[in-house]
């Protein structure tokens, strides 16, 4: 750079942005520590505690004092705990438990950080797919992202499926009161599934998945849960979804990971009685890059870029939709598919939730 270019630099602009690169660089080793902190329950060893001295910490959970020293200082620096200097002890304050410590929290986010740490371990395989545009399939990440997604997905579908995703469909539930026919397609580790059927016992449920080790753990699910009779679950392609004429196909989070989206939307409609229901609950995005330049729709891209586009692209197709591909995109693809009828039933801040008739 010449001189001339450094004189024109806007000094002020300069130091804000220095200033957010910090702040960005203090949260990314932080979130490895919340990882750590989640990994080891520190923070559900503080919830609920009161004040709390390190060794104490450490001597609850069973881990060496001047590291858990070291975490807590890194977590009252961040405002995750408040510190006082005159007792020299921490605290973890309700409403951050909720976020950090209780998994039966609509608002914990525990299995985010989980889900990014598997993101960094799997970075000389990015670089690759970089650097040569192939595609990373599920399979092939770090085996943290399984059990970090459905922790990160799980609390919003225990908020929302069964108390207002469902109730904003047309006719949908009464058809689940009386007994009605389910597959949830791209079910995962069976979070989902679950969580109807247990709502639902006269409805029968079948959840399919392409990640095999995802849909053992949904059957040990289902069994723990005690609905492993109404639940079942397979591994098939959505574009091989076995059986026909389900009253309700549900697509969590799933469509924009598919190699072939249209295909997979259009087997789908075929599956679906005359009378049946998709429900596609996908991550809440504008239809522009410009409606999502805030903090949702940049963490979107950061998990889109890395496990989102790859796992398209190495299937397919590959179209490469993208987990912020906005209701106007997605409403082409359904129509595409065949299916005539789509709305926006209803929303939260992370997703939208769209219903699909033939």
Not at 98 to 115: K, N, Q, R, Y
Not at 122 to 146: N, S, Y
Not at 199 to 217: C, K, L, Q, V
Request: glycine share 12%.
């Amino acid at each position: 750079m010449t001189t001339t270019g450094i004189a024109r630099l806007d000094e002020a602009r300069l130091e804000a942005f220095v200033g957010q690169v910090v702040a960005d660089m203090g949260a990314a080793i932080s979130g490895l520590l919340l990882h750590i902190g989640d990994r080891l329950g520190l923070y559900k060893a503080m919830a609920g505690a009161g004040p709390i001295t390190s060794s104490d910490l450490a001597r609850r959970t069973g881990t060496a004092e001047r590291y858990v020293r070291e975490w807590l200082g890194n977590q009252a620096a961040g405002g995750y705990v408040v510190y006082d200097p005159a007792g020299g002890t921490y605290e973890l304050p309700a409403e951050q438990a909720m976020v950090v410590a209780d998994e039966g929290s609509p608002v914990f986010l525990g299995g985010a950080f989980e889900t990014i740490a598997s993101c960094y371990a799997d970075h000389d395989v990015l670089v690759e797919a970089f650097r040569t545009g192939a595609g990373v399939g599920w399979h092939e990440h770090d085996a943290r992202l399984f059990s970090g997604v459905v922790r990160l997905f799980r609390p919003g579908y225990a908020a929302h499926l069964v108390q207002e995703w469902l109730p904003a469909l047309d006719g949908v539930v009464e058809k689940l009161r009386a007994g009605a026919s389910v597959a949830d397609v791209g079910c995962g580790l069976g979070a989902s599934t679950v969580i109807m059927a247990q709502a639902f016992e006269r409805s029968t449920f079948a959840g399919f998945d392409i990640h095999e080790p995802s849909i053992e753990a949904a059957r040990t699910a289902a069994a723990q849960a005690g609905v492993d009779q109404r639940a079942r679950f397979a591994v098939a392609q959505a574009k091989d979804l076995p059986g026909e004429g389900y009253d309700l196909v549900c697509l969590f989070d799933a469509l924009h990971d598919m190699g072939d989206p249209v295909g997979a939307a259009r087997h789908i409609r075929r599956a679906l009685a005359a009378d049946g229901t998709l429900l596609l609950v996908e991550p809440n995005a504008g239809d522009a890059l410009e409606d999502n330049l805030h903090p949702i729709g940049r963490t979107y891209y950061g998990l889109s870029t890395v496990i989102c586009t790859p796992g398209s692209l190495a299937q397919d197709v590959g179209l490469g939709l993208g987990a912020q591909a906005g209701e106007r995109r997605l409403a082409v693809v359904l129509r595409e598919a065949g299916f005539t009828r789509v709305r926006r039933a209803t929303e939260t801040p992370f997703n939208i939730i769209l219903e699909a008739r033939p």
